[in-house]
């Protein structure tokens, strides 16, 4: 079983920055890829930022030199830096694995349950 634990949301007001927080745990053999997406009310989920072997990393157009993705391979813990945020960043931000367990040779995509992103003042 593989289990993905995101942390680090809440309300920060216009301008401000929040760090989120994805572990990873369980029978991991190795992960190729991490990434956010979010899912704002009524709209339908987005990447948001993903980061693959070689720390080579994809932001969607929005976020470009506002969020900043980074990962600690030794503890299977990929970082999502938001700056600047705007009410639009308003969203339920999820944590997204691409993992290959123990004892498999396919990898398969993991999803945790999300973590509450409000940008208000």
């Known amino acids: 079983q593989v289990q993905l634990v995101e942390s680090g949301g809440g309300l920060v007001q216009p301008g401000g920055s929040l760090r989120l927080s994805c572990a990873a745990s369980?029978?991991?053999?190795?992960?190729?890829?991490m990434g956010w997406y979010r899912q704002a009310p009524r709209k339908e989920r987005e990447l948001v930022a993903r980061i693959i072997t070689g720390d080579i990393t994809t932001y969607q157009n929005s976020v470009k030199g506002r969020f900043t993705i980074s990962r600690d391979n030794a503890k299977n813990t990929v970082y999502l830096q938001m700056n600047s945020l705007k009410p639009d960043d308003t969203a339920v931000y999820y944590c997204n694995a691409h993992i290959t367990q123990h004892g498999s040779f396919y990898g398969m995509d993991y999803w945790g349950k999300g973590t509450l992103v409000t940008v208000s003042s």
């Open positions: 369980g029978s991991i053999r190795s992960i190729n890829a």
